[in-house]
Every structure is written in C-alpha cells, then in structure tokens.
C-alpha cells in the first residue's frame, strides 16, 4: 500500500506517513516509506525486465510517449506496445537516447506518430492510424476549402 500511495499514486511521503499512521495506527517515518519503495521496485525489476524481453520480442509494436510535470522538472513516460504486453521506462527527455532504452536491440516494424526521430526508424514503419485521422479531422474543420475537401476525403 505504501508503494501504490506514494510511488503510483504519487501522494507525498509526508500524507503517506499520516495515512499509515491514522489508519492502521503504526508509525512510519519517510524515510521508512522510502526504504518500501526501494523494496518493492528491487522485487518488481524482474518482472518488468521480464515484460520488456516479451515486448521486444515482437515483430510489430507501437511506440509513444507523454510527458507530465513532476515537482516542476518534466518526465516522460515511453511506451512500447503490443498485443501481448505493455513496456513502460520513465525518462527525463524525449530523445533519441530515451528511445534506445525502450526498445534496447528491437528492430521490428515501428508504429508510431510521426516525431521526427520515428521517421528515420531503419526498419518497417506504420503511422499510427489515430494520429491520422485526428490529422483529417482537423483539416476537415480548416476555412480553407481545399484543406476542407481533403480532410473530409
């Protein structure tokens, strides 16, 4: 619970600290809630190096990544997806090295949206169809009639 509150859910180490303290009456320091964090990422690191070999295992996966602010520095969540299993790293830039972490010696076919370091993938790539239609949407709502005409198309 302590690792879900703090380190998923992202309450502070103090309202964690209180949480525990009010509800099961025992007493926690943070750096207590730091030691179970540790604990539990130490004991899930196989599992999640075990979910990224299924993943790059894969003849074809979709690649994205969203960035979120967190106590004021920017981080972003890269994925790598298929029908079989989800991949997830955190990194503090959208770049080419967050990218070679993600997908390690995977060279399959990429699906992506069409960020610039997507497009000179070596290999097979499919632009993800939701970007594509978002794309045609929105040339479908353009002033412009031949912006218009083709994004209705």
């Known amino acids: 619970m302590v690792a879900e509150l703090s380190g998923i859910q992202g309450i502070s180490r103090q309202?964690?600290?209180?949480?525990?303290?009010?509800v099961f009456d025992v007493p926690i320091s943070t750096g207590g809630i730091q030691k179970v964090i540790d604990r539990?990422?130490?004991a899930l690191l196989p599992v999640h190096e075990a979910i990224g070999a299924?993943?790059?295992?894969?003849?074809?996966n979709h690649v994205d990544e969203t960035s979120w602010q967190q106590a004021g520095a920017i981080k972003?969540?890269?994925?790598?997806?298929?029908c079989l299993a989800s991949f997830f790293i955190v990194h503090s830039n959208r770049s080419r090295k967050a990218?070679?972490?993600?997908?390690?010696?995977w060279r399959g076919i990429l699906?992506?949206?069409n960020y610039g370091l997507y497009?000179?993938?070596?290999?097979?790539?499919?632009?993800?169809?939701?970007?594509?239609?978002r794309k045609a949407s929105g040339l479908s709502e353009?002033?412009?009639?031949?912006?218009?005409?083709?994004?209705?198309s």
Do not use: K, P, Y
């Open 15 to 22: 309202a964690v600290e209180g949480f525990i303290q009010n």
């Open 76 to 82: 972003w969540l890269c994925t790598m997806t298929n």
């Open 142 to 152: 353009r002033t412009d009639d031949t912006c218009r005409r083709f994004g209705s």
């Open 99 to 105: 990218f070679e972490a993600l997908i390690d010696n």
């Open 40 to 42: 539990v990422s130490d």
């Open 111 to 113: 699906v992506s949206d």
């Open 119 to 133: 497009r000179h993938w070596v290999n097979q790539r499919q632009v993800c169809l939701a970007h594509l239609i």
């Open 54 to 60: 299924t993943v790059r295992r894969a003849a074809v």
